[in-house]
């Protein structure tokens, strides 16, 4: 495994030298030699549309991004599936009890979930199990929290207190369960904690002589998104949904892939009843030597369904990612053979069918019976997350082969491996390009300076050909991988002036996402993020706020933009029209330490004086970051501006990020 993470961060690594060896003599200066500075806009040329899903979000369960944080599941191992089945549980054995426990699997609830606890107690004092939740557990006494167990009386007639307990060892709440039969029955109580706890934890303890049997043992808020029993977490779902993401890219990442193939995600054993859901150890449990996570599994409480869910309530296109018959090449790079493929493009279709086909059709009928009649309107599907080499190639052409002859009304996502621009990236693009691709997946995670230097990139892309996706990126504050990479202001400003160029070849680049998601600070293995969290707190970073800057100012169409004596400064721009609010759209990243005075010129707009505002992300330094104390220190804020010109001049802060908004509606 230490060998993976060397071998990962070498590869991505080798993006360095070529950005470090550019000179960035213009980072020096902000206020040019050679005179005005001239953005000049024609309002009345439209370029290209921009993809109305153009600005997403990618989740993958890593750095507790599902259990332990979307899924708002309090209890760890709540089903004793873990190899260690008592990790997360502790035995309470105060000194007069007599008991013991053991984990059993004959007679068990569910086969996909075998194990159980049996506790017997003699009853000469309570006796019994304490689960400590996911780092603690957040308990508000605003809130309410809906305990239930599934248990199996064994002998004897004992009864069985459950405790919410602070960190300090007093009671919060408790509830008494007695008359248990002979086959499994579920209980449920709920919990109204007495004050608020942050390292909370649940006891079941049991009085009296006797012995029963426990499983899917669970505690969750009341109050999850949409208030769904079971559900997500929902101050983490309204930050995604706060971004108004165009697209959600689910389930990953290397988790589609596994380390091998046996430990790949299977969409289809992420539907149903929780407790059918077979867990599987998380890959980042044990990717990185340096952070390790060894209580890190997948229970998929957050499967298919509730991504699918999720996406129609924020209103972002779905965009699942299928394992394309290999495993993580960082990792084993275990292979399908090529002609056992069948099975694997198999998912792929029957996942078609559960996400669109009629409520007749075998997994349509799923899809209903889980509560959703209608279809999710699903329109495209990745083949394969970070895959590489002619084995990537000769498996995609396997998958769109078949795909596209059954739902031509599908696009295919394929991907060019980790890089943007090494050997492998070479190999895969015009491979992919022959094969006429329908849409490329590019991942990039490189410094800052990377960012700022490929602004350009897609500028002599052909528009004809595959479309980009520019799936997983982030500026990495320190080096790629590195545990030491900061959200700071200068990375997501990287990441803005980087996501103008993208905004300027809308015709090529059609979609993008930030990559990770989340990170729980207690229990992370990747940074940056774009999200942290811990178990009852939520920041967005600077990252965060720069995304949702895109995504609620997109525009509709790209605007022709010249620039005029740019050189020596820090500027990047963009413009785009948006026909419903009437609004031209400047999207300006001033990454220098000096303001940067502009005179910017609305050339072929009808009316001669419109209203403006700039919403403007900045900070006093670059090296600013959010935090749980200072959620907002970097965050977007408001400026009404009033009426401006044709022609108007503005002063674009240093280290911001500036959407300028203005109207063009005759007045
Ligand atoms: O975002 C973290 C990881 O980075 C993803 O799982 C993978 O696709 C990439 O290498």
Redesign the pocket.
């Known amino acids: 495994m230490q060998r993976a993470f060397f071998y ?1 961060s070498l590869m991505k690594l080798k993006l360095l030298p070529v950005c470090a060896l550019v000179a960035i003599s213009a980072f020096a200066a902000s206020i040019p030699a050679s005179g005005e500075i001239n953005f000049i806009v024609d309002a009345g040329h439209p370029g290209a549309a921009i993809n109305p899903a153009m600005w997403g979000i990618f989740f ?1 369960d ?1 750095n507790f991004g599902a259990d332990g944080g979307l899924y708002a599941e309090m209890v760890e191992n709540r089903s004793f599936e873990f190899p260690d089945p008592m990790m997360g549980w502790i035995k309470i054995s105060p000194s007069l009890a007599k008991g013991e426990i053991s984990v059993r699997d004959e007679g068990s609830l569910t086969p996909a979930n075998p194990h159980y606890l049996r506790v017997h107690s003699e009853g000469a004092a309570p006796f019994g199990i304490c689960n400590t939740g996911f780092r603690g557990m957040g308990l508000n006494q605003n809130e309410s929290y809906r305990f239930s167990v599934e248990i199996r009386g064994v002998a004897g007639a004992p009864a069985l207190e459950a405790q919410l307990m602070a960190e300090d060892g007093s009671e919060l709440d408790s509830t008494v369960l007695t008359n248990f039969g002979s086959g499994w029955q579920q209980r449920a109580f709920v919990f109204h904690p007495k004050a608020s706890d942050w390292r909370g934890r649940l006891n079941i303890l049991m009085n009296g002589k006797g012995t029963v049997d426990l499983d899917m043992v669970s505690l969750f808020p009341e109050h999850t998104w949409k208030d769904r029993p079971g559900g997500l977490r929902a101050d983490m779902a309204q930050m995604l949904a706060d971004l108004k993401p165009g697209f959600m890219r689910f389930p ?4 589609v892939e596994g380390s091998q193939l046996d430990r790949r995600y299977q969409w289809k054993n992420t539907l149903g009843p929780v407790g059918d859901r077979h867990l599987l150890i998380n890959r980042w449990n044990y990717e990185f030597v340096h952070r390790p996570t060894p209580d890190y599994f997948q229970s998929f409480g957050l499967g298919f369904f509730e991504f699918f869910q999720l996406c129609e309530d924020i209103g972002a296109q779905p965009l699942p990612i299928l394992n394309c018959g290999m495993a993580c090449q960082f990792n084993s790079g275990e292979l399908c053979p090529l002609d056992q493929l069948e099975p694997y493009i198999q998912d792929a279709l029957d996942l078609i069918e559960f996400a669109n086909g009629p409520e007749t059709s075998l997994w349509g009928a799923k899809r209903a019976a889980l509560g959703h009649r209608e279809p999710f309107n699903m329109k495209m599907m990745g083949v394969g ?2 895959q590489w080499g002619h084995q990537y190639i000769e498996r995609y052409a396997k998958f769109a082969s078949a795909l596209k002859k059954a739902h031509p009304e599908i696009m295919l996502v394929s991907d060019t491996g ?1 890089s943007p621009d090494d050997e492998r990236f070479q190999f895969l693009w015009p491979k992919l390009q022959e094969l006429r691709a329908d849409m490329v997946d590019q ?1 990039c ?1 490189a410094n800052p300076r990377w960012f700022f230097e490929n602004t350009h990139r897609y500028d002599n892309y052909d528009s004809n050909g595959p479309k980009v996706f520019m799936g ?1 990126y982030a500026a990495q504050s320190a080096a790629v991988v590195s545990p030491k990479n900061r959200n700071t202001l200068e990375c997501a400003l990287a990441e803005a002036a980087y996501m103008i160029g993208l905004e300027r070849n809308a015709a090529v680049v059609r979609m993008a996402s930030y ?2 998601l989340f990170g729980n600070v207690d229990a992370w293995q ?1 940074t940056p993020n774009l999200i942290w969290v811990d178990n009852h707190r939520i920041y967005g970073t600077p990252d965060y706020y720069a995304q949702q800057l895109f995504s609620r100012n997109r525009g509709d169409f790209v605007l022709p933009l010249a620039v005029e004596n740019q050189t020596g400064t820090n500027l990047f721009a963009s413009a785009a029209r948006d026909d419903e609010r009437k609004e031209i759209i400047l999207k300006v990243v001033n990454a220098g330490s000096l303001p940067a005075l502009v005179t910017i010129h609305l050339d072929n707009l009808p009316s001669r004086s419109r209203q403006a505002q700039a919403i403007i992300m900045t900070s006093a330094h670059a090296t600013d970051e959010n935090s749980f104390d200072q959620p907002r220190k970097v965050a977007p804020e408001t400026v009404a501006i009033g009426k401006v010109k044709s022609k108007f001049h503005y002063s674009f802060r240093p280290n911001s990020l500036t959407v300028l908004r203005i109207g063009f509606e005759r007045d």
């Open positions: 990962s993958e890593i990953g990442g290397c988790i997350n970070e980790p991942h995670y997983e990559a990770p990747w």
